[in-house]
């Protein structure tokens, strides 16, 4: 399990983040002027270069956004000017893509950071270009919700497998719906019924609540308090639950980690943005006391979980049910090994997972929790702290990534294997490098004192 370093402060970090952002803004510098545009969208590196993968375009946000991070970290323009002019020339297909349920990746990450900064004084105020930027929001927020699916106990967004199909990762993109919410959108359907976008967002958190996330309950044999399945299959005629599985991961019965960072993440975010909410609000989808209640059981077991199914220095490898593991020995009691001969790590998924225990952390201390706020929040500098170091920082001037060790598809083998090594390893995925800026942001405007960075900072105050 995670060896807890409940000693870390934010500004212990405040050198490795300085060196941090100085090579971050040179690996967006080398794929905005090296990566071949025409190959699509990067997905994640090859020998130290980016490449691109046919799945669906749900990385371009992220390349897009980093460039917007980089700018609110450091203030160079040129990496505002970036992301800025990328964004309205690129991401436009985005917002109506009704292909993907990835639209908290691609349009948050852009047009939603975009008109935060404008919000927090950070770029001048334009009317034209924050009204561009809120329509952006409010139509993908839409256009993911009309992703339906039905259930016994109310529905869900699916994702590109198809209308039985629910993803764990989803829960990151209820972000969208919630943007679109708070702007004001009006989403109809035929004879102009008009569908709550915060409803349906709320319904998917509580399905993925209750059927991604497992609770020591005797589901099934593989029950454990936190563990998450990557895939929850429905009947789409009668709307009953089948059974759970898994894309990325290696079973439906085991816990691929970044779906379970997904779930770490999304869950805690999303419960800073419900506390923003006045009751009336959320009285018409079952009150405050039982959506917090749901969300908060969710955050604390996968967070529980992750903090005591990964090694001792928060680095996760990429299933914790991946079938060679037994042959590191006592894994968990060291700390991970990105070059073993037998089983990859995941750096993104610690990523992403540091972020929401840093959420959840200052969550639970604001609400009085003091002590499980402190489990949380110290695990989350725990790991971010390791991220920021080498062998996990990209320090090589001629590799495109800032985050190394990064898992794509590991059953599908699409990682690169370097010559001599027998697993995956040494590469950067563009979920990654966006996930450990946003993270490394975060603490950043800890540290500076600055406004506390959430995705609904774009909102009017």
């Known amino acids: 399990m995670i060896r807890i370093d409940y000693h870390l402060q934010p500004t212990d970090l405040s050198n490795k983040l300085k060196k941090f952002w100085e090579l971050s803004g040179e690996k967006i510098s080398s794929i905005e002027y090296n990566y071949d545009v025409s190959k699509g969208s990067p997905v994640f590196t090859a020998a130290g270069k980016y490449t691109t993968r ?7 946000g992220f390349q897009f956004g980093s460039a917007i991070l980089q700018f609110d970290a450091t203030g160079d323009t040129r990496f505002l000017e970036m992301g800025r002019q990328k964004t309205i020339d690129l991401m436009a297909p985005h917002i109506s893509h009704i292909g993907v ?3 908290g990746f691609n349009n948050v990450s852009t047009y939603g950071n975009l008109l935060r900064l404008m919000q927090e004084g950070k770029i001048e105020h334009n009317p034209w270009e924050k009204n561009f930027y809120e329509l952006a929001l409010k139509i993908s927020g839409a256009v993911q919700a009309s992703r339906w699916t039905p259930i016994k106990n109310g529905g869900f967004i699916h994702s590109f497998n198809g209308p039985h199909s629910l993803f764990v990762d989803t829960i990151r993109s209820c972000r969208a719906l919630m943007l679109s919410y708070k702007l004001g959108h009006v989403f109809q359907a035929e004879n102009d019924i ?9 319904s998917h958190i509580k399905a993925t609540a209750d059927y991604s996330v497992f609770y020591g309950e005797g589901r099934d044999t593989y029950d454990i308090w936190g563990r998450t399945a990557h895939e929850s299959v429905f009947n789409t005629t009668d709307g009953n639950f089948r059974c759970p599985n898994s894309q990325q991961g290696y079973t439906g019965f085991t816990t ?19 506390s923003t909410l006045h009751d009336a609000e959320l009285d018409p989808f079952g009150g405050r006391h039982v959506i917090e209640n749901y ?6 077991a996968t967070c529980d979980f992750y903090i005591e199914h990964t090694p001792v220095d928060g680095i996760p490898y990429w299933d914790t049910g991946a079938p ?7 894994y968990l009691d060291q700390p991970a090994n990105p070059f073993n001969d037998y089983e990859p790590v995941d750096s993104s998924a610690a990523a992403i997972a540091a972020q929401g225990l840093l959420r959840l952390g200052k969550y639970l201390s604001n ?10 929040w110290q695990t989350g500098l725990t790991v971010l702290n390791r991220l920021l170091e080498e062998p996990y920082l990209s320090t090589s001037h001629a590799h495109q990534g800032i985050l190394l060790h990064s898992i794509y598809h590991q059953p599908n083998g699409w990682d690169y294997v370097p010559e001599g090594s027998k697993i995956a390893c040494g590469e950067s995925s563009m979920w990654g490098d966006y996930h450990i800026r946003e993270v490394a942001l975060y603490v950043q405007k800890l540290i500076d004192n600055g406004t506390y960075y959430t995705f609904y900072n774009c909102l009017n105050s």
């Open 54 to 60: 046919g799945w669906t375009e749900w990385t371009q």
């Open 101 to 103: 349920h990835d639209h």
């Open 194 to 202: 008009k569908i709550s976008l915060l409803g349906r967002a709320l």
């Open 256 to 274: 691929w980690t970044r779906g379970l960072a997904w779930a770490i993440c999304g869950f805690a975010e999303e419960l800073e943005f419900i």
């Open 295 to 300: 969300m908060l059981r969710a955050a604390r």
């Open 324 to 330: 060679n593991l037994h042959k590191l020995g006592n």
């Open 367 to 376: 609400k009085g929790e003091t002590d499980a706020g402190e489990k949380y």
